[in-house]
């Protein structure tokens, strides 16, 4: 069974652009959330996508926005890209009503 | 002061030892805690998973939750030098789907 994809594993922008990541789930399942991992803060909680719609947000600012298509694939956008963004985005997938996430590999943003 | 506590370590033991990771908390409405090995460029990997109180033993490694000290810990029984990796705790409460609160990590070497 293929686990969590994420696309694509690298990237370097600079300042003031904006970034698309995408993320396929494990076959199955319907719920994707997004974490951003930085040295400094850890894990942190961006926000999580079922059935097509936001269903938890954490405290991070406008910028960050998601969506989740019919096939449960999902991406996230950033827009005005600051040197702080710099940071690997964890995608991952759960079953409906459980806890334990699945993550992907990650995409690493640096942002110059 | 965070939600979850962990002490970064490092922690280098020799192979064959026995390995403690803890965590401490202060929601008491968390219901649901995990461990998640994370190796280098990697996304996090859920070890353990434990609903409320108890104990949970899978192999080489046993996790403990007592929520009436809001502490949790991961036993690694002789640990091997592939067990060389960051070790997260994370937490949830019933009603937040996706979102788990994380501590910021510990990393284990284990030294032939």
């Known amino acids: 069974k293929a686990g969590v994809t994420q696309t694509p594993r690298y990237l370097i922008k600079t300042r003031g652009q904006q970034v698309t990541l995408s993320c396929s789930p494990i076959?199955?399942?319907?719920?994707v959330s997004w974490y951003q991992q930085t040295p400094g803060q850890g894990l942190q909680f961006l926000f999580e996508?079922?059935?097509?719609?936001?269903?938890n947000k954490g405290n991070f600012p406008g910028r960050f926005s998601g969506r989740q298509f019919s096939n449960s694939r999902s991406e996230m956008n950033v827009s005005t890209l600051e040197l702080g963004d710099s940071a690997l985005y964890l995608c991952?997938?759960?079953?409906?009503?459980?806890?334990?996430?699945?993550f992907g590999e990650g995409s690493r943003l640096t942002v110059l | 002061q965070k939600e979850v506590e962990q002490d970064p370590g490092p922690l280098s033991v020799p192979e064959g030892a026995i390995v403690s990771l803890n965590c401490t908390y202060s929601?008491?409405?968390?219901?649901?805690f995990m461990w998640y090995r994370q190796y280098s460029r990697k996304g996090p990997e859920l070890l353990m998973y434990?609903?409320?109180?108890g104990n949970k033993e899978d192999g080489r490694f046993t996790a403990q939750v007592d929520k009436s000290s809001k502490y949790i810990s991961l036993f690694i029984r002789d640990s091997q030098p592939s067990d060389s990796a960051t070790y997260l705790c994370?937490?949830?409460?019933?009603?937040?789907?996706?979102?788990?609160?994380f501590g910021q990590g510990t990393e284990l070497s284990v030294k032939p």
């Open positions: 991952a997938s759960s079953l409906e009503g459980r806890k334990e996430l699945f």
């Open positions: 076959s199955g399942h319907r719920s």
């Open positions: 996508y079922f059935s097509e719609t936001q269903r």
């Open positions: 929601n008491s409405a968390f219901q649901y």
């Open positions: 434990t609903y409320s109180s």
């Open positions: 994370a937490m949830s409460v019933y009603n937040q789907g996706g979102k788990l609160i």
